[in-house]
């Protein structure tokens, strides 16, 4: 190899081993990879800066965008009740909620970055287990992974896709089509969905998310809730309305014009305008306000450590955040984000230390007691990957939800039908929701997640610097040709799975970035179509189930679940072996080899 090539292979090397052990934030580690290979004189500066010049990271914070709009305006919301209403009990009850909770994640994540899907979707499945004494473990995991599969479908699915779109694009071959990578991702992601369908109840054990495991007297109040007049609830019993089987939150009475029930039997029949008071843990009580059927009355009456202008938050600590490496005391937790930290769970052990003394980790849950301003200050900001207030925001605008569908589907179709490209799509859809008021442009700021952005700009530098030092080359030679031994087939193979091992070590997009020229020499060298193997990089990159570091949402539901690390193989393992399989049938016949 040519010292350049050994300069590169050394600087990737340190680079993929700080971002396993987490030694610093991944936008750093790899600026910084970047910058040592251009003072090295691997890389010029343009070369060194081409992804913060190349259309993919603008896209994908574009698409931020859009995803923040669809959260603030509860378009996801009004289809999660609806979802979830009518959902029985047992058994059966779990098998029902959990295909109601795939299908929907999974064709979501096709039009929307699967990274926010998980986001807006996991506190409501948290809510709604709660509610029903479900354990939310059985259902975060999978859904996280259904929105993973769901990013297969199209090219805005994931911002993988979207990357290696740029990279074909600048590599000679045309941008990859709206649903060019579904006519393989799609099958995959239909035969992943079943099959954690059919099989994650039985492949993932029974987990308690932190929320279930803080004390009771830390939040126990009593809250009136009236049934409305159009509700479901009105001439049922109360065992028929599921008023008896919430879980940790017990009816005490039912007040009715100028008498009281009390106790309330199951038989008790329930009339619109009935006023119905409740006790119990915190949250539980709180998850009445989701109740289809159920209004707040007009006096609430509960104390939180004698602060009831306060709210209670579930946050995850992010990937790359100060309070990683850090403890409460030491980043002065109270003094920086008002609020104080109640608890902290860490993927199902309990922590033995005091709080102010636990050095924090990526993943771990911490519930918080702040102001109304910090779930609003916080959101969407590096420190954190979610930001939940288990006693709710504020109301959604649920006036500009149709504004933020017309948009969406505008850009689907102007991408769809070649009149615009998805840069240009992306960003007049940005601009329209900022123009129409559906979010601020502060709010806008706030919901693109730099951190990604960086990210993506950044590997582009080092792809550069793979197929400039002819690094890319002695890789495909050394690594995927033996398995030339086995046919196309198997250097199809040989990318597809170095591929999905490395994006479970690092940031999916930096494993595309990084593997993208190998595949492409790879190709070269036995007289192969590039485009496949270059489909097989997106799919790989995309196929990381088998650690919660495999994807950001595998670490966004790590902790909030209550998993153990290795409750992803458990599931994981059979997603990773269809995504193979599927792949080595159907990309072979889909873009023909030769």
């Known amino acids: 190899m040519s010292l350049d090539a050994w300069i590169t292979l050394l600087v990737t090397a340190i680079a993929v081993a700080l971002l396993v052990v987490e030694l610093s934030s991944p936008p750093l580690i790899l600026v910084g990879a970047v910058s040592a290979l251009m003072v090295l004189g691997v890389i010029d500066a343009d070369q060194a800066l081409s992804g913060f010049s190349n259309p993919a990271p603008i896209t994908v914070a574009a698409l931020f965008i859009l995803a923040a709009a669809a959260e603030k305006t509860g378009a996801l919301d009004i289809v999660s009740e609806r979802l979830f209403r009518r959902i029985p009990t047992g058994r059966a009850g779990d098998r029902a909620g959990l295909i109601r909770i795939l299908f929907p994640t999974a064709a979501a994540s096709a039009f929307l970055n699967n990274t926010p899907i998980v986001a807006m979707a996991a506190p409501g499945i948290l809510s709604w287990s709660r509610r029903t004494g479900r354990s939310a473990s059985r259902f975060l995991m999978p859904m996280c992974f259904a929105a993973t599969l769901g990013g297969l479908v199209t090219l805005i699915g994931t911002s993988t896709n979207i990357v ?15 649903f060019e990578i579904g006519t393989v991702g799609l099958p995959v992601a239909l035969i992943g969905v079943l099959a954690l369908g059919l099989f994650s109840n039985r492949l993932l054990p029974e987990r308690r998310a932190p929320s279930e495991s803080v004390k009771d007297d830390l939040r126990e109040f009593t809250v009136e809730m009236v049934v409305k007049s159009n509700s479901t609830l009105v001439a049922k019993t109360v065992a028929e309305g599921n008023l008896r089987s919430l879980d940790g939150v017990f009816l005490i009475q039912i007040e009715r014009e100028s008498r009281r029930v009390m106790p309330v039997a199951p038989d008790e029949v329930l009339m619109a305008g009935d006023r ?25 009456h509960f104390s939180v450590n004698g602060a009831s202008s306060r709210r209670l938050y579930e946050v995850v600590v992010g990937e790359g955040s100060m309070l990683a490496g850090s403890t409460l005391k030491e ?8 609020a104080a930290v109640l608890a902290i769970h860490r993927a199902g052990e309990r922590i033995p230390a005091k709080l102010g003394d636990v050095k924090l980790r990526t993943g771990d849950v911490l519930l918080v007691l702040g102001s109304p301003a910090f779930g609003r200050e916080w959101s969407g900001k590096g420190d954190f990957l979610v930001v939940a207030a288990l006693n709710g925001d504020g109301p959604p605008r649920t006036d500009k939800v149709r504004i933020v569908g017309l948009v969406l589907v505008g850009l689907l179709l102007s991408v769809t039908t070649g009149f615009l490209d998805i ?16 979010l ?21 530098g080092l792809g550069e610097a793979l197929m400039a030092s002819g690094l890319a080359a002695e890789i495909a030679d050394s690594v995927v040709a033996p398995l030339g031994a ?3 087939i198997g250097l199809l193979f040989g990318v597809l799975v170095a591929t999905i091992a ?11 970035v990084l593997m993208f020229p190998v595949a492409m020499a790879t190709a070269a060298s036995a007289g192969l179509d590039p485009r496949a193997f270059a489909m097989a990089v997106a799919i790989g990159a995309s196929a990381g189930f088998l650690s919660p570091f495999g994807y950001q949402t595998n670490t966004m539901v790590y902790g909030m679940g209550g998993y153990r690390f ?20 159907l990309i072979p016949i889909v873009w023909e080899f030769r």
């Open 566 to 585: 290795g409750d992803f193989a458990r599931l994981g393992a059979p997603l990773t072996l269809i995504s193979i399989v599927v792949s080595l049938v």
């Open 276 to 300: 119905l008071t409740f006790a119990g843990n915190v949250e539980r009580v709180l998850d009445l306000h989701r109740v289809p059927g159920l209004t707040s009355a007009e006096k609430v």
């Open 486 to 488: 086995l046919g196309d």
């Open 164 to 178: 290696v779109s740029s990279l074909m694009e600048k590599a000679g071959q045309p941008a990859m089509g709206f």
């Open 440 to 460: 601020t442009p502060n709010e806008a700021r706030q919901s693109v997640d730099a951190g990604i952005v960086v990210v993506i700009a950044a590997s582009f």
């Open 502 to 512: 490395l994006t479970e070590l690092i940031s999916n997009n930096a494993a595309a």
């Open 423 to 438: 840069l240009e799509a992306a960003l007049l859809s940005a601009f329209a929701l900022i123009g129409f008021k559906v």
């Open 331 to 338: 980043v002065g937790f109270r003094a920086r984000y008002g």
